[in-house]
C-alpha cells in the first residue's frame, strides 16, 4: 500500500559485549548491532516486520562473501527509531542523546522520503549531521529529493542519486532531440543553487552544449508575481523549460505559464524529482495545472525500494568492517563507540570507519543490479531513474503519469511511447516554427540601400521588402508608407539570420530619419526611441556602439569595427614659387654657388695673371690684354648657365684648362637639374594634411585665413562622440553641421566645406564610389567602435543574435560581406588623367626669380650713378696710385677717360666737372708718363748689357785650330749670344 511521504533514520550500532574478566570470555567476539529509525511511525512499523528478513538476508551474503570480520566481531538486529515527523532540533537531540548513543552505536543510515522545500526542516537535518560528524559516527542518507551537495567536513554519505545525476539524464533527453536552446524556472527550494551549478557543470562537461536563454529565479509564489517574471519568456524562442522546484510552487509556477500561453503544443515541460513528488502518498495525483505531455525524472519512492535501501546500507556496513578488520590491527572493543552527550570524547575509530565506508565496493547479487561504490566526494557512482510523462487516462479520466523508460549511469537513456505536449506523437521542435520581428533601419550606403522596386514590383536578387515615409511626409500626417527595396551589407546579414535563425521580419525605416541622440529633454529620438517604444524588436543598420547608447539599450557582438574619419577634397595643384630651387637641396645649392663658382672663377684669374702669356703677374695690362678678375666671374657664369653672351676668354692654357673642364661640370650640373624640374613642375592635386581630430585645424579653426569650415551629421554618434571629448570642436561645428552624408560629402566637393567628419567605412566607401575621384579620407581614425544589432535591455533575442554572428565571424561571413560592399575604385575621366594646363600661377616662381633680376639691375643702376657722381674722383686717384687695382675691373678704368670725353662735349658744364675732367686727364698722362720712364729705364740697362757683351767679345783671343771641338763651341756660343740680342732688341722695340 502507499505511504506517506516521512523520514525514516536508520542507525547502525554495535553494541559491544563487556568483556568479562576471565580468560573464556576474551576470546568472545564484540557485538555490534544495527538498527533503523523513522520519522513516520507506519514505516517504522514496516521497518520493525521487515527489518529481521533483510538482516538475515545481509548475514547471508556475508558467508558466501566469506569476510573475516565475524572472528572479532558479530553483529546484532538493526535498531530502529522514530523521530515521529518532528524534526525539531529539541526532539533529534533527544533521540540521539536518549535513545541512539546508550545503544553505542558507531554508524547511521539517515533516509527521507520528503521534500525539505522548508528551510527550518533543511536545517534540522544539517543539525543531526553536524552533531554525528562531531561525534565522530559516519552517516548513509538517502534522500532521493534532496540530494544536494555533501559538506567536506561532515561523515556523510550519499546513497541516493544526486541532482547531477538527474541533470545528466535531463541532457540525454535534450541530446536524443536535438534541443539546442532551453530555460530554466527554479523557485526558492532545498537545492536550487546545487541544480543550476549542476546545469552549468553538465553542459560544460558534454560535447552536446545546449543554449541556455533564460534562468527564472521564482522568488515569491504570489500569482501577479509569479506571471510578472515569466513574462520575460514571453514572444521568445524558449520552447523547452526546465523546472525545479516543489510540488506546490510547480503548481503555480504551471497554473501562470499557462496563462501566458506557455504550456501550448510547442512548449515542453521538463520537471525534476521535486516537481513529481512521493507518488506513494495517500490520494496522490498530478496536479491539474500540469500540461499533458509534460516529461519528469522519477526515483522509486515505494516500499520495496525503502526495504532495499536498508539491505544496501547494511552490506555496506559490513563491507566496510571487514576491510577495516582487515587493513588494521584494531581490536574488537574499539568498535565498540563509548559516546554521549555529556563528554566531548568522540569516537577516536570513527573516521578511519567512515573511509572504510566511502572505499567500500559491494558487488551485484540479490535485489542489487549494480555494484554499490561511492566516488571520492562521498556520492554513489551508480544512479537510476525513472523517465515519466504525464498522459491522460480516458478510463480513469484524470491524468497519470506513465513510466516511458529509464536512465542509468551505465547504459544511459532507454525511451519507449511518448505521449507529447497536446497530445501529439511527433516531439515539438524546441524552437518556435517562425517568429515575426518588427526591425527599424535607417538608410546609409552602402549597409542599407533603398531602391524603388521594378514595374512588377518585385525585389532583385540580395534585396529585401521595406517600407519608409514618403519624402514629404511630417508628424500628424496620414499614415502613408511607401513600399521600397532595401539593399546593401545589413540586408545580407539580415537575410542570413533569418533563414538561420528561422523568423520572419517587418523591415521599416526610422519615421524622424535620426540615428538616435539624448535631446535636451533628456529623451531619444531616432532608432534608440522606437526601441525603447517598444515599436521595433532590434535595430539593424550601421548604428555605432557607444557608451551612451549602451547604457540606455543592450548591443549584439559587434559585426564590423569602424570609428570617426574625416573626408576632404582634392584640389588643383599649384607649383611653388621656390619649385625652381627643388630639384637640388639647400646644401647642394650652397656647394654650387658659393663654394664651386667661387673657385673656379678665383682660380682662373690667378692662372690667367701668373701665366706669362697672360698678365705674366704684372699689376699693368700689356697691350690689347682685356681680361679682369670680374670678367673671370662674367665667363664663369656664362659657362654655367649656356649664355650666348660675348665673353673676353684668358689667354693662359693653364686657365683655358680649367674653364673648358668648367663647362664639362656645368652641362652635367645643368642636365640633371633639368630632369629634376620636370618632375617638380607637374602640377598635382592637393589636400589639406590634416593628423587627426586634434589637428590645430580643428582645436583652432580661426588660426586659417579663412576659418576653417568642418562639420557632420546631427544627432549622430558622431557628434555625440566629439561633444563628450571635444566640447569646443562640437560647438564650432554646429553651425556647418549637414542631414545627410550625400550632402555633407558635395559640400566638402564644391568647397562650402573644408571637411566632413563621419563613420570610417562609410567615408571610405563613399571615397571609393566618387565618380570624379575628386575626395579622399586623410588622418587615423578616432573614437574606434564597431556596428552592432541594437535590441532593448533584456531582450531575448540578444543572446540568440549574439551566437549567430559569432559563428559568423569564425566561418568568414562576415568578412565575404565587407569584402563584397566595402571594396570599390572611384573611376577618374578620361580628361582628367592628361596634366593640367599650367597657369599663371605655376609660373609664378619664374617671374619672381625675372622680378628679381629686374631689382638687381635697378640697384646696379643707382650704384652706378652714384659711383659717376659722388665716386668716380677719389676712385680715379686711388685707381691710379693702384696699378694691381685696375686689372680687377677693367670696365672701371675705361669709365672714367670715356666718361670725361662724354662730359666735356655736354652743354651746360658745371666748374667742378671740368675740375674732375682735368684731373682725370692729369691722372692719365701722370700714369703714361710713368710707363714711359720705366721703359726708357727698361731700354738704358739693355743698351748697358749691349755694350757690356760688346766689349768682351773684343778682349777674347784667337782660337786655336788644332782643336775642331773648341773650334764648333765657339761658333755656338757666338750665334747663341747673337740671337740673345735679336730677343732682346725686338722687346725694346
Known amino acids: 500500500m502507499l505511504w506517506r511521504s516521512t523520514s525514516v533514520v536508520i542507525f547502525a550500532g554495535a553494541c559491544c559485549a563487556i568483556a568479562s574478566s576471565n580468560a573464556e570470555d576474551a576470546t568472545l567476539p564484540t557485538e555490534v548491532r544495527f538498527g533503523i ?31 573475516k570480520f565475524k572472528d572479532k566481531l558479530r553483529i546484532m538486529e538493526p535498531f530502529v527509531v522514530s523521530l515521529d ?16 548513543l546508550p545503544k553505542r552505536v558507531n554508524a547511521l543510515l539517515f533516509v527521507t522520503f520528503d521534500d525539505e522545500s522548508k528551510t527550518d526542516e533543511a536545517n534540522a537535518v544539517q543539525y543531526l549531521f553536524q552533531l554525528l560528524s562531531f561525534l565522530r559516527l559516519p552517516v548513509i542518507t538517502w534522500r532521493p529529493q534532496n540530494s544536494g551537495r555533501i559538506p567536506d567536513d561532515m561523515l556523510v554519505l550519499q546513497m541516493s542519486s544526486t541532482i547531477a545525476h538527474q541533470t545528466a539524464a535531463v541532457f540525454s533527453i535534450l541530446k536524443r532531440y ?45 500569482p501577479l508575481n509569479v506571471k510578472k517574471q515569466l513574462k520575460a519568456l514571453e514572444g521568445t524562442s524558449t520552447r523547452v523549460l526546465v523546472l525545479y522546484a516543489s510540488k506546490t510552487a510547480a503548481t503555480a509556477i504551471l497554473e501562470s505559464a499557462s496563462e501566458l500561453g506557455l504550456t501550448g503544443p510547442d512548449y515542453l515541460w521538463i520537471g525534476m524529482q521535486k516537481v513529481i513528488g512521493d507518488m506513494t502518498e495517500k490520494n496522490w495525483h498530478p496536479p491539474e495545472e500540469y500540461p499533458i505531455g509534460m516529461l519528469g525524472v522519477d526515483l522509486e519512492m515505494t516500499e520495496n525500494s525503502l526495504v532495499k535501501t536498508v539491505g544496501n546500507g547494511m552490506r555496506i556496513y559490513g563491507y566496510a568492517l571487514d576491510s577495516l578488520i582487515k587493513e588494521t590491527n584494531f581490536s574488537g572493543n574499539q568498535f565498540s563507540p563509548n559516546v554521549s552527550c ?25 535485489s542489487n543490479k549494480q555494484k554499490i561504490e561511492f566516488l571520492p ?163 539593424l543598420t550601421s548604428l555605432k556602439v557607444t557608451k551612451e547608447r549602451q547604457r540606455t539599450i543592450a548591443f549584439s557582438a ?128 592637393e589636400v589639406y594634411d590634416i593628423q587627426g581630430i586634434e589637428d590645430r585645424r580643428f582645436l583652432n579653426p580661426y588660426s586659417n585665413s579663412p576659418p576653417f569650415r568642418f562639420g557632420t551629421i546631427p544627432f549622430g554618434s558622431t557628434s555625440e562622440t566629439i561633444r563628450q571629448a571635444y566640447p569646443q570642436i562640437y560647438n564650432y561645428m554646429q553651425q556647418f553641421s549637414r542631414p545627410t552624408v550625400a550632402e555633407g560629402i558635395e559640400a566638402v566637393k564644391i568647397g562650402t566645406l573644408d571637411a566632413f567628419l563621419y563613420d570610417a567605412t562609410v567615408l571610405e566607401y563613399r571615397v571609393g564610389s566618387d565618380q570624379d575621384c575628386k575626395i579622399l579620407t586623410t588622418g587615423s581614425w578616432f573614437a574606434t567602435t564597431g556596428y552592432g544589432i541594437a535590441f532593448a535591455q ?66 646696379c643702376l643707382l650704384i652706378e650713378w652714384i659711383y659717376f657722381h659722388c665716386l668716380r674722383l677719389g676712385f680715379c686717384r686711388w685707381l691710379y696710385s693702384c696699378g694691381m687695382c685696375r686689372i680687377l675691373c677693367l670696365s672701371v678704368e675705361r669709365s672714367l677717360p670715356a666718361a670725361s670725353r662724354h662730359r666735356s662735349h655736354s652743354s651746360g658744364e658745371s666748374q667742378s666737372h671740368s675740375d674732375f675732367v682735368l684731373i682725370t686727364d692729369l691722372s692719365k698722362n701722370a700714369e703714361e708718363l710713368r710707363r714711359a ?50 730677343v732682346e732688341l725686338e722687346t725694346v722695340l
Request: glycine residues 8%; proline residues 4%; aromatic residues 10%.
Open 794 to 859: 533584456g531582450s531575448s533575442f540578444l543572446s540568440m543574435f549574439d551566437e549567430y554572428l559569432l559563428k559568423y565571424q569564425r566561418n568568414g561571413f562576415l568578412e565575404q560581406l565587407q569584402s563584397f560592399w566595402l571594396t570599390g575604385a572611384c573611376k577618374q575621366r578620361e580628361q582628367d588623367k592628361s596634366s593640367h594646363a599650367l597657369g599663371i600661377k605655376n609660373f609664378f616662381s619664374a617671374f619672381i626669380f625675372l622680378g628679381g633680376g629686374v631689382v638687381c639691375g635697378v640697384i
Open 558 to 685: 559587434v559585426f564590423l569595427e569602424t570609428g570617426i574619419s574625416i573626408v576632404v577634397a582634392k584640389r588643383e595643384g599649384v607649383i611653388s614659387p621656390t619649385a625652381f630651387l627643388e630639384p637640388f637641396d639647400y646644401v647642394t645649392w650652397i656647394i654650387l654657388m658659393v663654394v664651386c663658382i667661387q673657385t673656379v672663377a678665383i682660380f682662373t684669374f690667378i692662372f690667367e695673371w701668373m701665366s706669362p702669356s697672360g698678365f705674366a703677374m704684372q699689376a699693368a695690362m700689356h697691350g690689347n690684354q682685356r681680361f679682369s678678375f670680374l670678367r673671370s666671374y662674367w665667363l664663369v657664369f656664362a659657362t654655367f648657365f649656356g649664355t650666348n653672351c660675348p665673353v673676353t676668354l684668358p689667354r693662359s692654357v693653364t686657365a683655358k684648362t680649367l674653364t673648358t673642364v668648367w663647362g664639362c661640370c656645368s652641362l652635367v650640373f645643368i642636365t640633371v637639374y633639368t630632369a629634376k624640374l620636370a618632375t617638380f613642375m607637374i602640377t598635382r592635386d
Open 342 to 366: 555529556e563528554a566531548d570524547d568522540p569516537w577516536e575509530l570513527g573516521r578511519d570507519f567512515f573511509k572504510a565506508m566511502r572505499r567500500v565496493v559491494v558487488p551485484a547479487g540479490g
Open 85 to 100: 515527523g518532528n524534526l525539531s532540533p529539541s526532539n533529534i537531540l533527544t533521540i540521539l542523546c536518549k535513545r541512539l
Open 933 to 982: 720712364r720705366s721703359e726708357v729705364d727698361k731700354l738704358e740697362k739693355i743698351r748697358e748689357r749691349l755694350r757690356t757683351a760688346s766689349a768682351n767679345n773684343k778682349a777674347k783671343p784667337a782660337p786655336v785650330k788644332s782643336n775642331g771641338f773648341f773650334r764648333r763651341r765657339t761658333r755656338r756660343d757666338s750665334s747663341r749670344g747673337a740671337k740673345l740680342n735679336v
Open 377 to 539: 566526494d562521498g556520492t554513489v557512482k551508480f544512479a537510476e531513474f525513472n523517465i515519466t510523462n504525464l498522459s491522460y487516462d480516458n478510463k480513469k479520466r484524470s491524468r497519470v503519469w506513465s513510466t516511458v523508460g529509464s536512465w542509468n549511469t551505465e547504459s544511459g537513456l532507454q525511451l519507449r511511447d511518448i505521449v507529447w505536449p497536446g497530445g501529439q506523437a511527433v516531439p515539438p521542435r524546441g524552437k518556435p516554427e517562425r517568429y515575426h520581428l518588427n526591425i527599424v533601419t535607417l538608410q546609409e550606403d552602402p549597409y542599407v540601400i533603398m531602391k524603388k522596386p521594378d514595374l512588377t514590383g518585385h525585389c532583385e536578387s540580395r534585396s529585401a521588402k521595406c517600407r519608409a515615409r514618403p519624402t514629404n511626409w511630417t508628424t500628424g500626417s496620414p499614415d502613408v508608407w511607401e513600399s521600397l527595396c532595401c539593399t546593401g551589407l545589413c540586408i545580407d546579414l539580415l537575410v542570413r539570420l533569418s533563414s538561420d535563425i528561422g523568423f520572419s521580419y517587418d523591415l521599416y525605416q526610422v519615421e524622424d530619419g535620426k540615428w538616435g541622440g539624448r535631446m535636451e529633454g533628456g529623451q531619444w529620438n531616432g532608432l534608440i526611441a522606437d526601441l525603447l517604444n517598444k515599436k521595433a524588436h532590434l535595430a
Open 37 to 67: 529509525v523513522v520519522t513516520n511511525p507506519k514505516q517504522a512499523m514496516l521497518l520493525n516486520r521487515e527489518s529481521r528478513r533483510v538482516f538475515r538476508d545481509a548475514m547471508e551474503s556475508f558467508s558466501r562473501s566469506r569476510l
Open 178 to 222: 536535438n534541443y539546442s536552446q532551453i530555460s530554466v524556472v527554479v523557485s526558492k527550494t532545498s537545492g536550487e543553487e546545487v541544480f543550476l551549478d549542476s546545469i552549468r557543470q553538465e553542459r560544460d562537461r558534454e560535447s552536446f552544449k545546449p543554449k541556455i536563454l533564460s534562468v527564472i529565479k521564482i522568488d515569491s509564489l504570489l
